[in-house]
């Protein structure tokens, strides 16, 4: 079984900046999809932006593009989330994720699979007007 841990939240401005990240432990599979998701209180989890351990193959979601990136070290086993530019409607709780089977677009489309996927416990961000 695979654990994440998140850190890197907290309260930031409007316009702001803010780095996740996200360490994974335990049982280490050699290839797998790992990203990010939010879910605000009364809204549908969304798939933020995931990446490809193989070949760094990114998936981001139209409502964060061009404003986070998402990046990887594999010797660390930990993906980072790079936020800027934040807008109140950023604020969430965010979740890490990973599938070893899934690819990037998929695993932020679909979440994590029951066999082979893992979540985070979530750090919250909140970004005030």
């Known amino acids: 079984q695979v654990q994440l841990l998140e850190s890197g939240g907290g309260l930031v401005q409007a316009g702001g900046s803010l780095r996740l990240s996200c360490a994974a432990s335990?049982?280490?599979?050699?290839?797998?999809?790992i990203g990010w998701f939010r879910q605000a209180p009364g809204k549908e989890r969304e798939g933020v932006a995931c990446?490809?351990?193989?070949?760094?193959?990114?998936y981001y979601a139209d409502s964060v593009k061009g404003r986070f990136t998402i990046s990887s070290d594999n010797a660390k086993n930990t993906v980072y989330l790079q936020m800027s530019s934040l807008k109140p409607e950023d604020t969430a709780a965010y979740y890490c994720?990973?599938?070893?089977?899934?690819?990037?677009?998929?695993?932020?489309?679909?979440?994590?699979?029951?066999?082979?996927?893992?979540w985070g416990q979530g750090t919250q961000v909140t970004v005030s007007s």
């Open positions: 990446i490809s351990r193989d070949d760094g193959t990114t």
């Open positions: 335990g049982q280490t599979f050699s290839t797998y999809a």
């Open positions: 994720a990973l599938d070893a089977r899934y690819w990037p677009r998929r695993l932020c489309r679909a979440g994590p699979g029951p066999e082979f996927g893992s």
